[in-house]
């Protein structure tokens, strides 16, 4: 079993920065890729970004080239480094990881005023 522990979400304002924090316990030895979700009123929970252990990285084309995904393996913790906010990106924020199985973190709510 591993517990995700998520923090950093909060009320910002529309061009602001917020950084996301998740910090894994438990069986932390088997995880592989660590990732962030968002789900938005009335949609569909989607992948935003995802780092792998050996740091190889991706993004959801909405947030590329304003949001950095970053781990630290020492701390068994994952970031998300959110700038140039806008009001879409308002939703909670989910973190996730894969080892023996998906674990999920309980959400951060992010909300991003115009």
């Known amino acids: 079993q591993v517990q995700l522990v998520e923090s950093g979400g909060g009320l910002v304002q529309a061009g602001g920065s917020l950084r996301l924090s998740c910090a894994a316990s438990?069986?932390?030895?088997?995880?592989?890729?660590m990732t962030w979700h968002r789900q938005a009123p009335g949609k569909e929970r989607e992948l935003v970004a995802g780092i792998t252990s050996g740091g190889s990285t991706n993004y959801a084309d909405s947030v590329k080239g304003r949001f950095t995904i970053s781990r630290d393996n020492a701390k068994n913790t994952v970031y998300l480094q959110m700038n140039s906010l806008e009001p879409e990106d308002t939703a909670v924020y989910y973190c996730a990881v894969y080892g023996s199985g998906w674990y999920w973190g309980q959400g951060t709510q992010v909300t991003v005023s115009s």
């Open positions: 438990g069986s932390i030895f088997s995880i592989n890729v």
